[in-house]
């Protein structure tokens, strides 16, 4: 079995289920949000008290790693797959890490962010 540097030792069946498992959070996250849109039609002060409920704010920090590990895999694959040394040429290498890079710094920005306004 071959593994690369940047995968950090995972294998594909653990991607194909983060993958897998992330979408299915998703899929829960968006149909109760639009049950709540389509059917209470909430003002501000009862969004309010939606997203101040603790079991609120847990599954919108669950919904938030699930799309920050879906992005992740799907970055991962797309920069390995496409940025190669037979489409790039020698500088392959350090775009792909520097991609890679950039995207981690910029989704676990997100997820921190994310967090800090669900939880303040």
């Known amino acids: 079995m071959v593994t690369s540097v940047t995968n950090l030792g995972r294998s594909g069946l653990s991607d194909?289920?983060?993958?897998?498992?992330?979408?299915?959070?998703?899929l829960a996250y968006v149909i109760f949000l639009s049950y709540v849109l389509?059917?209470?039609?909430?003002?501000?002060?009862?969004w309010k008290a939606l997203f101040e409920n603790t079991c609120m704010r847990i599954?919108?920090?669950?919904?938030l790693l699930a799309i920050a590990m879906h992005a992740w895999i799907g970055l991962w694959s797309v920069s390995t797959d496409y940025l190669t040394e037979r489409t790039l040429g020698g500088k392959a290498t350090l775009l792909r890490l520097s991609f890679q890079a950039i995207s981690a710094a910029v989704l676990f920005t997100y997820v921190v962010w994310g967090?800090?306004?669900?939880w303040s």
């Open 16 to 26: 194909w289920l983060i993958q897998r498992v992330s979408a299915v959070v998703l």
């Open 115 to 118: 967090i800090q306004i669900l």
């Open 59 to 63: 599954f919108s920090v669950a919904a």
């Open 38 to 46: 389509l059917a209470c039609s909430p003002d501000y002060q009862e």
